[in-house]
């Protein structure tokens, strides 16, 4: 786990800070490194200059879990982003039960990674809670995503970059 969060860090610093006022989106996969371990790297894309945040995000969302590309992820085939909604730097994200489609602890966590990294690219975002369906259920392994902020997030990676 060390190593992804290591190239998180150094992705984000060589690419710089990513904002939807800039018009970009930010997906992030999976690669191997030169000693095989598995890493995050950043996809950036030019997003509409018309829409709105809520548009951004979802289409950033959309082309991570549709994976057009055929990236590396650990996200589960098949999921849709059903609803979202962004309130005052609060993001609310629906989807499919397609994302309960797999089992392992560690790949629950590069799961909660690419989904982290990928909504906190945008500066806007404070805040974020994935709703399953509807309800804010537990993940595979028991991860709940429900109002985790930019800072909980920011201490994850100093305390994994630590590590």
Do not use: H
């Amino acid at each position: 786990m060390n190593g992804f969060i290591n190239t998180i860090l150094v992705t984000v610093v060589s690419v710089g800070v990513i904002t939807s006022s800039m018009m970009q989106g930010s997906a992030f996969y999976y690669d191997f490194d030169e000693e095989g371990k598995e890493v995050l790297i950043c996809e950036v894309m030019d997003l509409e200059e018309d829409n709105n945040i809520e548009e951004n995000i979802k289409y950033t969302l959309t082309y991570l879990f549709d994976n057009i590309n055929d990236k590396y992820t650990f996200i589960p085939l098949g999921v849709n982003v059903s609803n979202i909604l962004y309130i005052n730097g609060s993001l609310y994200v629906e989807v499919s039960s397609d994302m309960l489609n797999y089992g392992g602890n560690m790949r629950e966590s590069a799961i909660v990674d690419q989904l982290l990294c990928t909504v906190f690219s945008f500066d806007e975002v404070n805040d974020f809670t994935l709703e399953i369906e509807g309800e804010r259920e537990f993940l595979v392994e028991g991860t709940i995503i429900n109002g985790y902020t930019r800072d909980k997030w920011n201490e994850r990676m100093k305390l994994d970059n630590e590590n």
